[in-house]
């Protein structure tokens, strides 16, 4: 059983950066696709973007397209999603996912999830 813990969420005011932090036990890490998704209060949670097991290839959404990066360090079982030009509607509590294999961008896709760290952006 894959167990995953998300880290270095925070209050940042906006245009500033942050830089969360997941990190993975009990499984093969190198052999899962890793996932971030959000959740904003009163809103369904949304993909965020994903990475290859290998870290070669990384696709995100257009609302975070040219601000997010998403990273992983297979040696450590690490993932990481740096957040730069952060917006208001940036704000919600963030989960790292990771799977075998790669269906679609929804919740129901992913195996694995972590607990969410909590992301503010002040104006």
């Known amino acids: 059983q894959v167990q995953l813990v998300e880290s270095g969420g925070g209050l940042v005011q906006a245009g500033g950066s942050l830089r969360l932090s997941c990190a993975a036990s009990?499984?093969?890490?190198?052999?899962?696709?890793m996932a971030w998704f959000r959740q904003a209060p009163g809103k369904d949670r949304e993909y965020v973007g994903r990475?290859?097991?290998?870290?070669?290839?990384?696709w995100y959404a257009e609302s975070v397209e040219g601000r997010f990066t998403i990273s992983r360090d297979n040696a450590r079982n690490m993932g990481y999603l740096q957040m730069n030009n952060l917006k208001p509607e940036d704000t919600g509590t963030y989960f790292c996912?990771?799977?075998?294999?790669?269906?679609?961008?929804?919740?129901?896709?992913?195996?694995?999830w972590g607990q969410g760290t909590q992301v503010t952006v002040s104006s």
């Open positions: 996912a990771m799977s075998h294999i790669w269906t679609t961008p929804t919740v129901s896709a992913l195996q694995y």
């Open positions: 009990g499984g093969t890490f190198s052999g899962l696709i």
């Open positions: 990475i290859t097991k290998n870290g070669v290839g990384a």
